[in-house]
C-alpha cells in the first residue's frame, strides 16, 4: 500500500481497469483510489490505451477475468461518493465522449465557411455546426447551430460521416457528425458575437483554412461524393494510375526534392541531373513491404517559370521510376504542380490539391495516409488535408525551418526517409487515434 498518501502524488502512473462498467479501485488510507502501475493486481489484465493528464499517467487495462466483478464499484455512482480519489473522477469524467455535429453546406464545386470570433476556432474559417446540446439529436442540432450562426434554415441532404478525433493537449475525444446540405436562402444574418464572416471557398481551399479536423474529414468526404467538385479540380499526374480502381488502404505521400532525391539549386532539370538520397530507396521499400501504397506530389517550380518543359519532365521521371522498379520499389502516381509562386492553383501546395486527387483517383483517405516533406509547405499541406505528418532533412536543415515549422507541429521528425519510413510504420494510420499525440523524433 502506499504510505505516502495520495497528496504527495506526482509522476506516476495508475492502471484504469474498467470492465462492463465496474471499475477497479483500492483502498488507501480510507480513499478509493487507481492501483499504481507498479501494484501486483490479483488477475491478468491487457493493455487498452494511455490517458495523459500532464504529471499523472493512466494506462488503461482490460481485465482478463471470466465473471461480472459484482464487488468493484459501478462508474456512474462514483461521482456521488466522497472517498473516492479526484483522479478517478476526473478519468472517468474524460472517458465521456464530447458530441459535434457539422454541415457541409454547398453551391456547385463551393463550400460554405464561416469565420469564428470565439471559441476554438476563434480567428480561423470552420464549417457550421457546433456541440450538440443535451439531449438533442445530431440532425436537430446542426440546424440549429447553423441558424443560430448565419440567420439562415439549411437542408440536410444525408449524413456524410461520423468520425473519431482527439485535440492536441487534451485527453478527451469527441465525435463528430458531419453532414451535407444546402442554403433555403442566402439572406444571412450572421450572430454578431460569433461570426464575423462568410463566404464560399473551393474545397482545396477550405481545407487550408479550417483546423477542424471533422471539418478537414467531412470536406474530403463531401469532394468524393460530389461531381461537381470532383470535376473542378484539375491536377497533372505522370499516368501510372491510369485505369486502376480507387481502393482506401494505407499510403505515404512522398514529396520528391530532399525526401527522394537531392534538391539543386537551379533545379532538377535532366535526368543525369537526379541524385538519389542515402535512405531513401530503403525507405520506400520498407513502407511498400508494411503494406503502405506510395504516391509522389511535388511541385515543380522549373516547368512553372518555363525552365523545364514537361516533356522533360516525364524524362525525369521515367528515369527515376527506371531506377526504383529494379530495386523492386513501385510508386502508384506522380502528382506534380506545373505551375510557380505568384499562382493561385489548387495543386501548388501548400494547397492540397494534389493530396485531393489522389483521394479521387487512388482512394486515399486522409485517416489512413501520411505526408513526408523536406519544407515546412510540405508539412502544412499534409496538415491542411487532415493526414499525419513527417519532417525531414539533416539536422542543419532542420535547424534552419525550425521556426517555420512549428506551426504545423509535424508527427515526426527524422533525417532521412528510411528513419521517418521506420517511425511512420510503427505509428500505423489514424484510425486508432488512442496514445497518438506523442510526437517521435527519428
Ligand atoms: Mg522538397
Known sequence: MDTEGM????????AYIETDGQVYLVRDH??????????????????????????????????????????????????????????????????????????????????????AVRGFSKGHWNVPGGFMDYGESPQAAVEREAREEIGVRIVLDGLLNVYVSGFPGKPAYTLGFVYRGHLASEEFRLKPDEIEDDAWFTVDKALTLTR????????????????????????????LADGTKPVDRPTVFLDRDGVINRGRAGYVRRPDQFEFLGGAIDGMRLLQDAGWRLAIVANQDAAGWKLLPERQLDRIHATMLAALEKEGVRIAEIYYCPHNVVSDCACRKPRPGMLLAAARDLGVRPRMAWMVGDKPLDVQTG???????????????RKRFAAEVRPWSPDVIAA???????????????????????????
Open 7 to 14: 497528496a504527495q502524488r506526482g509522476n506516476r502512473e495508475y
Open 30 to 115: 480510507g480513499k478509493l483510489r487507481f492501483p499504481r502501475t507498479d501494484e501486483t493486481l490479483p488477475f491478468p489484465t491487457e493493455p487498452n490505451g494511455v490517458m495523459d493528464f500532464g504529471s499523472d499517467r493512466i494506462v488503461r487495462q482490460k481485465p482478463l477475468i471470466d465473471h461480472h466483478p459484482e464487488e468493484w464499484l459501478g462508474r456512474d455512482a462514483i461521482f456521488e461518493r466522497s472517498d473516492v480519489d479526484p483522479l478517478v473522477k476526473r478519468a472517468i469524467y474524460t472517458t465521456l465522449i464530447r458530441c459535434v455535429s457539422e454541415v457541409i453546406v454547398s453551391k456547385g464545386p463551393r463550400v460554405l465557411m464561416v469565420k
Open 212 to 239: 477542424n479536423p471533422f471539418a478537414k474529414w467531412g470536406l474530403v468526404d463531401f469532394f468524393l461524393q460530389s461531381s461537381d467538385a470532383r470535376r473542378a479540380l484539375r491536377v497533372k499526374r505522370h499516368g
Open 383 to 397: 496538415r491542411a488535408f487532415g493526414c499525419r505528418t513527417a519532417w525531414v532533412g539533416s539536422a542543419a536543415w
Open 416 to 442: 532521412d526517409l528510411r528513419r521517418a519510413a521506420s517511425a511512420i510504420t510503427k505509428r500505423g494510420i489514424l484510425e486508432d487515434a488512442r496514445g497518438s499525440h506523442d510526437r517521435v523524433i527519428a
